[in-house]
C-alpha cells in the first residue's frame, strides 16, 4: 500500500480559520467502492464563519482517481440504458428547469456549460440555438455523453479546463458545487469563464433541511466534501464576485411513511441562480468580507437530524436482516401500491415543491 497521504487538513475556504478553529459535527467512513473505501470521514464546521466542510479533505491525486475512474463503477458506454436515464431525468425539467428559466431573459443563442454534466441529459433541455458544452471528469460518462447524445464534452478536471476567459452566457453547476475541495476558487473559476452580465446556476444540498434517514454515510460522505446552507454558500459566491438573483429552498420529502420505509426520502436542496457583477481572482476573493452563519445553530440542526433519526436507521437495518428482512420489504410494497401514491422521483420531486409527500 502507498505511504503517500490520501487526506490533509485545510483552513476554512470561507474565513481562512486554521482546523483549531472547527468544531467536529460528525464522523463517518467512505462506503464508495474504490481505493479509498473504508478511510475515516469527519466533518466539521468552522467556529468562526458557520461554514461546513470534511476536514481532512481528501488530497487532490486521490480525488482525481476517485471520479476519473471509480466514482462511475459497473457503468459503461456499452451497458448504458439511455432511455432508462432520460426517463429518470425527467423531474429535472419540471422542477428545476422551469424555475431557472423562469427567472432568466430569454435564452437563444447562448453559450452554455454545464459543470459535472454527467451523462449530457441537463443539457438536453437546451435547444440547439445554443451552444451546448459539458465538463465530466469521469471517462465513462463523459462518453456517454458524446457518443450517445451527442453533446460536446471536455473529459476533464473543470478547475484544468483550459477555456477562454468570458466564454459563457450561463454556467450550470447540478449537485457539483459541494463536490470541490475548494468551492471559492471553483466559484473564481466559474467566474472567469463567463461574460460580464452572466449567470450562474447553483443546486445543491440544503444543511438546514438535514434529514438522515438514509443513515449518515448517505450524507456526510467521501463525494460531498462541503455543505451549504444558504448563507454559507450566498457568502461564498459573493465573495466570488456574484450578485443573488433569486434562490429557493426545498424541504426533504418522504414518498412513503418515514416508518415503513425509512430509505425512501429526498433530501432537502436549494436552487440559487447569481449573476457575475465583477471580475474577480482568487486572492481578491479571499480578502472579500462573507457572510457569517451561526456555528452552534449548525451543530443543534446536526444533532437534532441525528437523534431524530436514529430509530429509522435502526429500521433500515432490519431490511437487510437474509430472511425477515424480505418479508418486511415484501409487506412494505404491498401496502404501499394499495395506498396508491407515486415512488416514481419526478413525483416525489414535484410533491417537494409543495412541501410535501
Avoid at 1 to 27: I, N, W, Y
Avoid at 237 to 252: I, S, T, W
Wanted: hydrophobic fraction near 40%.
Amino acid at each position: 500500500m502507498s505511504d503517500t497521504p490520501r487526506f490533509k487538513l485545510v483552513p476554512c475556504v470561507a474565513c481562512g480559520a486554521d482546523p483549531t478553529h472547527h468544531e467536529p459535527l460528525m464522523s463517518s467512513r467512505v462506503r464508495h467502492p474504490g481505493h479509498l473505501f473504508g478511510q475515516p470521514l469527519q466533518a466539521v464546521v468552522c467556529a468562526k464563519c458557520g461554514l461546513s466542510f470534511l476536514n481532512p479533505q481528501p488530497v487532490g491525486d486521490a480525488l482525481a482517481r476517485f471520479y476519473g475512474s471509480e466514482y462511475y463503477v459497473g457503468q459503461s458506454s456499452d451497458g448504458f440504458d439511455i432511455d432508462k436515464h432520460l426517463h429518470a431525468c425527467e423531474w429535472r425539467h419540471d422542477v428545476l428547469f422551469q424555475w431557472l428559466i423562469g427567472h432568466l431573459p430569454e435564452v437563444g443563442g447562448w453559450s452554455i456549460l454545464d459543470i459535472g454534466c454527467g451523462y449530457g441529459a441537463w443539457l438536453k433541455n437546451f435547444d440547439d440555438s445554443n451552444r451546448l458544452l459539458g465538463i465530466e471528469q469521469s471517462v465513462q460518462a463523459a462518453t456517454i455523453a458524446g457518443e450517445r447524445f451527442g453533446i460536446e464534452v471536455h473529459q476533464t478536471d473543470f478547475m484544468q479546463n483550459g477555456l477562454p476567459s468570458g466564454t459563457f452566457d450561463l454556467v450550470n453547476g447540478l449537485a457539483i458545487i459541494e463536490h470541490f475541495v475548494d468551492p471559492l476558487a471553483a466559484l473564481v473559476e466559474m467566474n472567469r469563464v463567463l461574460r460580464s452580465g452572466g449567470y450562474l446556476y447553483l443546486q445543491t444540498p440544503d444543511l438546514r433541511g438535514l434529514v438522515l434517514r438514509r443513515g449518515i454515510p448517505q450524507y456526510f460522505k467521501l463525494v460531498h466534501t462541503y455543505y451549504f446552507s444558504r448563507t454559507t454558500l450566498a457568502g461564498l459566491c459573493e465573495k466570488a464576485g456574484f450578485e443573488l438573483v433569486a434562490v429557493r429552498e426545498r424541504g426533504p420529502v418522504l414518498a412513503t411513511s418515514d416508518f415503513l420505509h425509512p430509505r425512501n426520502f429526498l433530501v432537502a436542496e436549494m436552487d440559487m441562480l447569481l449573476k457575475k457583477n465583477a471580475e474577480t481572482d482568487l486572492a481578491t476573493a479571499r480578502q472579500r468580507p462573507g457572510r457569517r452563519e451561526d456555528p452552534a445553530e449548525i451543530l443543534a440542526i446536526v444533532q437534532r437530524a441525528w437523534e431524530r433519526d436514529r430509530p429509522y436507521a435502526a429500521m433500515q437495518a432490519r431490511y437487510k436482516w437474509p430472511v425477515l428482512g424480505t418479508v418486511i420489504r415484501l409487506l412494505v410494497g404491498l401496502a404501499f401500491a394499495a395506498s396508491g401514491r407515486s415512488i416514481r422521483k419526478g413525483d416525489v420531486r414535484k410533491a417537494q415543491l409543495l412541501g410535501g409527500s
